[in-house]
């Protein structure tokens, strides 16, 4: 657990923070939020917005310190990175992070900002999960490098999340279930996602978000030598806030036959720069997708209540969990239930005879689903009230690791992962 305030909103500052060396590492499209209790700490944090290092950050910053992250954090979903002030004398500092941590996703970091100059507490501290402590006062620079150590510093954890859908058969809905999803997470986390599309004959995430740019992800994978982020930034379509897109040309001037390892570099950057990466698989059996799915976090396999549907779901899944035993198991999303006088299969049935959890099951609608689709919208966005968009979010909170708040108490997870790393220090 730690407490950072985020400020990309919040008005910004004069005062420039320091200048970087050239060549310093941006830092990835990470989520920052600052809870402070002074006004110059909170100055102090949202001029670190102007550090070259901060251009792709999003930072906000609030009221309230410990205190106030804490109850923000009861309802809210937590960023990548907190920090939050303290003024509590040393020995209640721990007690009240302890309960930050109760509300905090295991992935979130949290840097503290106190102005206790005490080494046994920063040791403490550190020991107990907490990323940086730094005192107070400091600059800017110094903010801006302890950010840069957790997300930027060579061997860094890429902060990517990777979840690749597929379909059980062409058609089944695999794309239109994954945009939504990847919606449905920037929207309630408040992260940024990519979708790659990498049906690049016929990959539909331009038409479904409404976008037509000159560049996509052909470029990406066709670039002689290596892709860089400033790259990666320029082939990106930003199709609303926190989504972004590497989308197919749908072209078939040329054919597209790739290599195992041909997407593997993009994958890895997308991983290191975005965190929540949408990989929008084709409905084919080749090489690369068969690598892809194997270094993926999640795999979600989209089916139909049908035999066929059946048949090829449970083939995928048996070779998926062979090529990664140790890996988390692929997921099953049922869709279009229900369609008039079609005979199916029950979707938990379909799921045990797979063996693999069922994680959502959507029903077909025609109208719903058809209207968004022309008009190049989410379903969220055409129909808010249509408790769809729950079926997507909740599969968006279990692929991204977060129970929804109303289903699980986000505190265990948190607390079992810094009693991970304790037993691992
Ligand atoms: N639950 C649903 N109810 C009604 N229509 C749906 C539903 N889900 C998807 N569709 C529609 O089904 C069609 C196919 O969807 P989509 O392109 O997402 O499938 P896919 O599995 O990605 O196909 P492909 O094999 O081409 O990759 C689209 O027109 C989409 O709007
Ligand atoms: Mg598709």
């Given at each position: 657990m730690s407490f950072l305030t985020?400020?990309?909103?919040?008005?910004?500052?004069?005062?420039?923070?320091?200048?970087?060396?050239?060549?310093?590492?941006?830092?990835?499209?990470?989520?920052?939020?600052?809870?402070?209790?002074?006004?110059?700490?909170?100055?102090?944090?949202?001029?670190?917005?102007h550090d070259r290092r901060m251009s792709k950050v999003a930072l906000t910053t609030h009221n309230g310190g410990l205190e106030g992250a804490v109850e923000s954090y009861k309802s809210n979903p937590t960023p990548n990175l907190i920090i939050v002030e303290t003024t509590l004398?040393?020995?209640?500092?721990?007690?009240?992070?302890?309960?930050?941590?109760?509300?905090?996703?295991?992935?979130?970091?949290?840097?503290?900002?106190?102005?206790?100059?005490?080494v046994l507490l920063y040791r403490e501290l550190i020991r107990s999960g907490v990323s940086e402590y730094l005192v107070l006062p400091t600059s800017a620079q110094s903010i801006v490098n302890a950010i840069s150590e957790l997300f930027a510093a060579e061997g860094a954890a890429p902060i990517g999340r990777t979840i690749a859908f597929v379909g059980a058969k062409g058609g089944?809905?695999?794309?239109?279930?994954?945009?939504?999803?990847?919606?449905?997470?920037?929207?309630?986390?408040?992260?940024?996602?990519?979708?790659?599309?990498?049906?690049?004959?016929?990959?539909?995430?331009?038409l479904n978000f409404n976008q037509d740019p000159p560049h996509g992800i052909a470029d990406a994978i066709g670039a002689p030598g290596k892709v860089d982020p400033t790259m990666l930034d320029r082939l990106m379509s930003k199709a609303a806030n926190h989504i972004n897109l590497l989308t197919a040309p749908a072209m078939l001037d040329k054919t597209f036959d790739f290599g195992e390892r041909d997407f593997e570099q993009v994958t890895e950057l997308a991983q290191k720069?975005?965190?929540?990466?949408?990989?929008?698989?084709?409905?084919?059996?080749?090489?690369?997708?068969r690598h892809t799915l194997a270094t993926?976090?999640?795999?979600?396999?989209?089916?139909?209540?049908?035999?066929?549907?059946?048949?090829?779901?449970?083939?995928?899944?048996?070779?998926?969990?062979?090529l990664r035993p140790t890996e988390s198991e692929p997921l099953l999303v049922v869709n279009k239930l229900g369609v008039p006088k079609r005979p199916e299969i029950a979707p938990q049935e379909f799921a045990n005879s797979i063996?693999?959890?069922?994680?959502?099951?959507?029903?077909?609608?025609?109208a719903t689903f058809g209207t968004a689709a022309n008009n190049g919208q989410m379903l969220a966005e055409v129909a808010g009230n249509n408790r769809i968009n729950d079926i997507?979010?909740?599969?968006?909170?279990?692929?991204?690791?977060?129970?929804?708040?109303e289903v699980t108490s986000k505190g265990s997870s948190i607390i079992q992962s810094l009693l991970k790393r304790k037993k691992a220090s």
């Open positions: 985020p400020n990309k909103d919040a008005k910004a500052v004069e005062e420039p923070a320091g200048e970087v060396a050239t060549g310093a590492r941006l830092l990835p499209r990470i989520t920052i939020q600052a809870f402070c209790e002074h006004t110059q700490t909170a100055e102090l944090v949202e001029s670190a917005v004398p040393t020995e209640e500092i721990p007690a009240s992070l302890d309960r930050l941590a109760e509300v905090c996703d295991a992935s979130t970091r949290l840097i503290v900002l106190g102005h206790v100059n005490d089944a809905g695999s794309s239109t279930v994954a945009h939504n999803v990847g919606w449905a997470i920037s929207q309630h986390l408040r992260q940024d996602v990519l979708i790659l599309d990498m049906d690049l004959a016929f990959g539909t995430a331009g720069t975005t965190p929540v990466v949408v990989l929008d698989l084709p409905h084919t059996w080749t090489a690369w997708v993926v976090d999640e795999i979600v396999i989209v089916a139909e209540p049908d035999l066929a549907n059946l048949r090829n779901a449970k083939n995928l899944a048996d070779t998926v969990k062979a063996e693999c959890r069922l994680l959502g099951q959507i029903p077909f609608d025609a997507f979010r909740s599969v968006g909170m279990h692929v991204t690791g977060r129970s929804a708040p």
